[in-house]
């Protein structure tokens, strides 16, 4: 049974540390397979736990999947500008993969972006990830084109996917 918890303070930061060390490796992994380029891992994770209260209530959302009391997967969500957030850093650890956890992690991150009055939900990632745009078109997601807040840099915008959804 997939049991989702809300994070509201920073007592879970060395689990959100440990999924976050997973999430950019495998990130830094597809990148480099695809695009011969490397994040800086340990300053991303810096600045995430840095600037964890972007991601808690009153304005964020921060969201742990667990498994039988296993911690399995993560999703961020967090303003971007007045009425519109953003999904972020979603994973999901390889053992706990195919039994709906992403699903559950992006309806409850969609569910409590409503309950905060958001009125659209953005998100990016590469286009060769096609199994996770096949999620979120599933979901409602659809094509947007790219918006002013993404991190994306220039030279590698025309690989990525922009995607929003209107709530």
Do not use: C
Not at 18 to 34: D, G, K
Not at 77 to 82: I, K, M, W
Not at 108 to 136: C, D, F, K, N, V
């Amino acid at each position: 049974m997939i049991q989702i918890k809300r994070v509201t303070d920073r007592g879970n930061e060395q689990q959100i540390r440990a999924l976050e060390s997973e999430y950019f490796a495998w990130v830094n992994s597809q990148l480099h397979a695809e695009f011969q380029i490397s994040l800086d891992v340990n300053k991303m994770i810096a600045n995430d736990i840095a600037n964890l209260e972007i991601y808690l209530p009153p304005t964020g959302g921060l969201f742990l999947a667990e498994v039988e009391q296993a911690v399995a997967g993560m999703i961020f969500l967090t303003q971007l500008r007045p009425k519109v957030g953003q999904i972020r850093r979603m994973y999901v650890r390889d053992a706990f993969r195919r039994r709906g956890i992403a699903r559950a992690l992006f309806e409850t991150a969609i569910q409590q972006a409503r309950a905060m009055g958001y009125a659209q939900l953005l998100l990016e990632s590469p286009r060769s990830w096609a199994g996770a745009h096949a999620l979120y078109h599933e979901l409602g997601f659809e094509a947007v084109e790219m918006y002013p807040e993404s991190e994306v840099p220039e030279h590698m915008r025309k690989y990525w996917v922009f995607m929003g959804l209107v709530l």
